[in-house]
């Protein structure tokens, strides 16, 4: 096991749950079920990462959130698009279909006190050019800090 090694040198561990789309790659699947993993193995060194785009469709996610936020470790911000065939297609908080806004609400009523990224991975990007990307992101992500905190 991981954990042993990452405590030897201070690290944490984050397990980072999967969309069900993407079978291939774990069969961690949900919010839930990772935090039920973390609690079974009773550990502060171990937690999840929380990416809106793999864990936003469970229609309790707000609760979950608030029950598991000592367990998240990292908060990945992207929203997930209205239609997309690709896996690797995201988009800005706010063009998308991902209640962002709630669930980042969530996470910091629940203390949330780690690191926040955007993960925005889009062919779209290439197309657009990183500058404007990495604008367009500063920009949606300004714009969901005030839909979620009012």
């Known amino acids: 096991m991981l954990l042993p090694h990452a405590k030897e040198r201070g ?4 397990i980072e749950p999967i ?18 993993l973390v609690k079974q193995v009773d550990d502060s060194s171990l937690g ?3 990416d809106f785009w793999h864990l936003w469709f469970d229609p309790l996610i707000d609760d979950i959130i608030r029950q598991s936020a000592h367990s998240i470790f990292n908060v990945q911000i992207s929203d997930h698009k209205k239609m997309t065939l690709r896996t690797l ?3 800005v908080p706010g063009e998308g279909i991902a209640p962002c806004a709630s ?8 203390g949330y006190q780690g690191y926040y990224e955007m993960e925005i991975l889009s062919p779209d990007n290439e197309e657009m050019g990183y500058p404007a ?14 839909d979620a905190m009012g």
């Open 48 to 50: 999840y990462v929380f």
């Open 19 to 36: 969309h069900p789309m993407r079978q291939d790659l774990s069969f961690i699947n949900t919010a839930r079920d990772t935090y039920d």
């Open 89 to 91: 297609d995201r988009t």
């Open 103 to 110: 669930m980042l609400r969530a996470i910091e009523e629940a």
């Open 133 to 146: 990307t990495i604008e367009r992101s500063i920009e949606s992500y300004r714009q969901l800090v005030k």
């Open 11 to 14: 690290l944490k561990l984050a």
